[in-house]
């Protein structure tokens, strides 16, 4: 983690962040082509590099002050440290994979967006429109490695909802979804994620116990359910 000087602004560090994508792609292409990467784990060994470049990058408008998360575990991966501050987290996918021994094409990379029950605290923390996802589409077989683009936005305009008009998610653990590559983003505000959120909370649970409620004896399920209220 480094931490300089200087709280820099948050209007300004969100047009100077938005403005990256074409030099960062560029970056990360040369990167790419000078060093030795495996398509299996390229997608977290790039990050070092995103977050040198980010540094870099805002060092050069005077916004000098950021940390950078020591492991995956701790979000976001970049924060730089304006009033309020910013939260880059990076994600990366593949528009290929390996299947059956064969490339096919891929239009999302199915990644974790954060888990459903952690999404009030990273609210409470930065603000939704605070939080940015910096989207690394890549191509990556044996013969072709290629940064195809890098994508900045609203962490909230990367999201997927399901068949049934809920955010998408994992069984089981809650881990939301990404939209497919170049899907037009279902979500256009942060009221309108704040709605699908909470919605969604209702929505799992009753998926849960419907669930497994096939597990408690029918003559007990009445009572049990009384308890839930």
Same mark, same amino acid.
């Given at each position: 983690?480094? #931490?300089?000087?200087?709280?820099? *602004?948050? !209007?300004?560090?969100?047009?100077? =962040? ?9 970056? =990360?292409?040369?990167? =790419?082509?000078? #060093? *030795? ?6 997608? %977290? ?14 060092? /050069? ?9 020591? *492991? !995956? ?8 440290? %304006? $009033? ?15 299947? *059956? ?70 069984? !089981?653990?809650?881990?939301? #979804? ?6 037009? $983003?279902?979500? %256009? ?10 919605? %969604? ?8 116990? /419907? ?14 359910? /009384?308890?839930?209220?």
């Amino acid at each position: 983690m480094k #931490r300089l000087d200087n709280m820099g *602004d948050l !209007k300004k560090a969100k047009q100077v =962040l938005k403005t990256c994508h074409k030099p960062l792609k560029d970056h =990360l292409q040369k990167t =790419l082509q000078t #060093r *030795d990467f495996n398509y299996v784990s390229f997608g %977290t060994e790039i990050q070092p590099y995103i977050s040198a470049f980010l540094a870099d990058h805002f060092k /050069k408008q005077g916004l000098i002050n950021y940390a950078i998360a020591k *492991d !995956k575990n701790q979000f976001p991966d970049f924060t730089l440290k %304006t $009033s309020p501050e910013l939260a880059i987290e990076y994600k990366c996918g593949n528009v290929v994979e390996l299947k *059956d021994k064969k490339w096919i094409k891929c239009k999302n990379s199915e990644n974790d967006m954060g888990t459903l029950n952690m999404w009030e605290k990273k609210l409470k923390q930065f603000g939704g429109d605070n939080i940015y996802y910096l989207f690394v589409i890549y191509h990556f077989d044996d013969t072709i490695k290629k940064i195809v683009e890098v994508q900045i936005d609203l962490f909230y305009k990367f999201l997927a909802l399901n068949k049934d008009g809920a955010l998408r998610y994992r069984e !089981k653990d809650g881990n939301l #979804r990404p939209k497919d590559f170049y899907a037009d $983003s279902p979500i %256009t505000t942060l009221e309108q994620f704040e709605d699908l959120r909470s919605g %969604t909370d209702v929505y799992r649970s009753r998926r849960i116990i /419907k669930k497994h409620i096939k597990h408690i004896p029918k003559k007990d399920r009445k009572k049990f359910l /009384k308890e839930l209220s």
